[in-house]
């Protein structure tokens, strides 16, 4: 286990399919409901990664603090979490560049899950996570920016993006499955992570 998680769970979960989630916008609410951090602009898949600009530590935590302490989860998110931990074993990879854990543990959150993992690479979040979910091979990965589930999905990743109405009109992989809600990943969870596509767009 990297610098960059914390394992939650000190059991053998290895016989169980993985799923990884995303944090923001799928578990965590955005401010006043509006998701105006996704990005719909693809990305050259073939492009070598650019380096991000990474602040120091101390800013990182005054500032991931101040955007995302307050926070509220998402309508149904422990309810899906609930369900799913029955029959896979659950993963947060997220973007942020600090730990979650505590905005996790305030809202219980964090028993559902056998690690944490933020971003303490040099790459900017969407290829930090294709990188992660290389390393995982996770069964699904839900996400909500359009930019990052295009890119996962173009190196074969299955995707399921939770769906906002600023990402509605994004051009993305065919593959990548939308659901408006998490309780539409629960109502149709079997179909849902049983089904993969081949590489096209939509």
């Not at 699904?140 to 173009?154: F, G, M, N, S, V």
């Amino acid at each position: 286990m990297s610098s960059d998680s914390e394992l939650i769970k000190n059991q053998n979960s290895s016989a169980l399919p993985i799923i990884t989630f995303d944090l923001d916008g799928v578990l965590c609410n955005p401010i006043f409901g509006l998701n105006l951090g996704i990005n719909n602009s693809p990305l050259d898949p073939e492009a070598e990664s650019l380096p991000a600009n990474i602040p120091p530590i101390w800013l990182r935590l005054l500032w991931d603090t101040i955007r995302f302490e307050f926070r509220r989860p998402i309508s149904g998110a422990v309810q899906a979490l609930t369900q799913l931990r029955a029959n896979y074993s659950l993963i947060l990879v997220t973007g942020r560049r600090t730990s979650p854990s505590s905005w996790m543990r305030r809202h219980g959150m964090d028993k559902y899950f056998d690690a944490i993992i933020w971003n303490s690479t040099s790459d900017k979040s969407p290829h930090y996570k294709l990188l992660t979910l290389n390393r995982i091979q996770p069964l699904a990965h839900i996400e909500d920016d359009p930019r990052t589930a295009d890119l996962l999905a173009y190196y074969g990743h299955r995707v399921i993006l939770r769906d906002w109405p600023s990402s509605r009109t994004a051009k993305i992989h065919s593959s990548v499955q939308r659901i408006p809600t998490l309780q539409s990943l629960l109502a149709g969870s079997k179909d849902l992570l049983s089904s993969h596509d081949d590489s096209s767009y939509s």
